[in-house]
């Protein structure tokens, strides 16, 4: 007689287990062998057998739960951390698009630049409209006023600017803001005024909130200060300096607010929200009592301040409903690029060699610490330093993307992306991927853009997006940065308080274009004025 087999050991002891078990365990016991059978046929059948089915379609991520109804939020999946967990910095791996599915919500997931350039120029079958129509809506524009943004015709003429498709006055704003930041006239003016708050702020006397050293020396934390003068810049450069005197907080609030502004876009319930929610109705509130102050009674504001304003008065838009419009428009013109001076400095404090070689190849452009040729900054030829640290910088710290809806069935990369679904475009996945960049895509090398110019140029760096929804004010952003940072370096000379390790970036946080840090990875930095 032989002993017996491992199946026949198994059959034996569940026999035993059985007869222990009083009924109830036995109905218990068998509704769970078939939910884990029916599981199992489900997973199978999705993510194994409808591929071989379905072969021109995008691969889709396995996950685990089969349920459309988790729609605590419906629109918006974690990326950033889907992004993060498959990001492709080794060389040569499939870069065909691929599917994941979360809160019930299909994505497909672009890596390669070639195919993100196919979905760039196509704005036939893929659409943004309903996503920047969903993020109004979030921030609480009222139903009448979305109406009167989005649903009404604006005959041609009906405003003081070209609209021969008679959009509606929402997309025509976005039109105006296009106008305002196309290289010219109009971009200059709003870049002087840039300009100007950053002269009239970067003295040792007006950095606010910092903690007084000596006559010529204070400390702060870097990530507050670049938040603090960039965002007044900002401010002015669009609301002159009515807004600031109507509520001299206004851009402190917006500090607390920006930080906390991905729980908009993941719809956050208002109670897990409070914060945010209190800091977003203070400044609509402050932006409120700034469109009831009479045109004539306001210093000067940017041109489309004032045409967008009329636009939306005269399809009968609210003073609340300006108000938070404006809100979403000072977010976007605001949330970069003070991130971006905070990285583009950090990264140059702890690499100081390289101080030494931007102060060198720029002091052309200054005169006793003042800037006096802005636009020497922007050529490359004569600051290639400047411009490498700068390209290096986005690509480091970007964490945007670009969001397409599918509105019919079309193919992107050789696959079949189904009608319904969306598309992402990570911009980190291309930033880190290996091909592109070579080794040690984690870490900040400016020589990448040194020894192969071009790259910048190519489609794997793509902090400003692309297509139809390309960053309009990409000019604005690179100008203003490098004049900020390097007028820093002019007049001041910075350490770092104690010994700070360079911070992390905020990888997991959702945001709109470069990523924050968390507050423990904050530093200070002392600030002594530099002798001319
Ligand atoms: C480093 C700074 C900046 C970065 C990294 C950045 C990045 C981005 C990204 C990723 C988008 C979305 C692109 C897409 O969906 O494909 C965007 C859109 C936009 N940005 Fe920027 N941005 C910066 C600075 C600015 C500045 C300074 C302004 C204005 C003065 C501005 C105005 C806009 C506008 C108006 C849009 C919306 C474009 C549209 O859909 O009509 N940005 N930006």
Redesign the pocket.
């Known amino acids: 007689m032989h002993s017996p087999g491992v199946a026949q050991r198994l059959a034996l002891g569940l026999m035993d287990t059985f007869q222990s078990m009083n009924e109830f365990q036995v109905l218990v016991f068998c509704g769970t062998v078939v939910l884990l059978a029916a599981w199992a046929a489900w997973w199978y059948t999705k993510f194994k057998f409808m591929p071989i089915q379905h072969p021109r379609e995008p691969n889709e991520m396995p996950y685990l739960i089969p349920s459309k109804a988790q729609s605590v939020q419906r629109e918006y999946p974690s990326w950033w951390s889907v992004a993060n967990m498959i990001h492709r910095n080794s060389v040569g791996v499939d870069k065909s698009p691929f599917a994941f599915t979360i809160f019930g919500t299909k994505f497909y997931v672009i890596s390669d630049p070639k195919h993100a350039k196919e979905v760039d120029k196509n704005n036939g079958t893929l659409s ?1 409209d309903e996503f920047i129509f969903d993020f109004v809506k979030s921030t609480g524009v009222s139903d009448e006023g979305m109406q009167a943004c989005y649903f009404k015709k604006l005959p041609e003429h009906g405003v003081d600017f070209p609209n021969p498709s008679e959009d509606p006055i929402g997309v025509l704003v ?1 039109h105006m ?2 106008h305002q ?1 196309h290289p010219g006239d109009n971009q200059k003016n ?1 870049e002087k005024r840039f300009l100007h708050s950053f002269d009239r702020d970067l003295q040792i006397d007006r950095i606010r909130n910092s903690t007084v050293i000596s006559n010529d020396a204070v400390e702060i934390s870097l990530y507050k200060w670049c938040g603090d003068f960039f965002t007044r810049a ?1 401010e002015y450069a669009y609301f002159g300096d009515t807004l600031a005197g109507i509520d001299d907080k206004f851009s402190d609030m917006f500090y607390i607010f920006d930080e906390l502004s991905w729980q908009i876009t993941y719809k956050i319930p208002g109670i897990f929200a409070g914060e945010m929610k209190a800091a977003h109705a203070h400044l609509c509130q402050s932006l409120k009592l700034y469109f009831q102050t009479r045109q004539s009674e306001r210093g000067e504001q940017a041109w489309f301040t004032n045409a967008a304003e009329k636009g939306l008065r005269s399809v009968g838009v609210t003073d609340e409903d300006i108000a938070t419009l404006f809100l979403t428009i000072y977010l ?2 605001n949330t ?2 003070r991130r ?1 001076a905070f990285w583009m400095l950090t990264f140059l404090l702890y690499n100081p060699h390289l101080i030494e070689a931007v102060l060198g190849e720029t002091k052309a452009a200054f005169d006793a610490g003042k800037l006096i040729d802005p636009a020497y900054l922007s050529n490359h030829e004569l600051c290639p330093q400047l411009e490498s640290i700068w390209l290096e910088t ?1 690509r480091a710290t ?1 964490t ?1 993307a ?2 397409r809806c599918v509105n019919k069935d079309t193919i992107i990369g050789g696959r079949l992306l189904r009608q319904g679904n969306k598309i992402l475009i990570p911009s980190r996945l291309l930033h880190l991927d290996g091909d592109a960049w070579g080794k040690s895509t984690r870490e900040f090398r400016p020589k990448r853009f040194l020894s192969k110019k071009n790259s910048a140029r190519g489609g794997s760096w793509r ?5 139809s ?6 000019f ?2 690179e100008h ?2 490098k004049a900020c940072v390097t007028m820093i370096l002019h007049r001041f000379h910075l350490q770092i308080v104690g010994d700070a390790a360079l911070p992390m970036g905020d990888e997991c946080t959702p945001g ?3 990523m924050g840090i968390t507050q423990d990875e904050d530093f200070k930095v002392r600030i002594t004025k530099r002798a001319l």
């Open positions: 943004f976005r803001h296009v930041l709003v900002g976007t013109i970069n690029t971006a986005l970007s945007g670009s969001v902090p400003f997006g692309g297509g929804t390309l960053c309009t004010g990409r604005v952003a203003m940065i709109l274009g470069i």
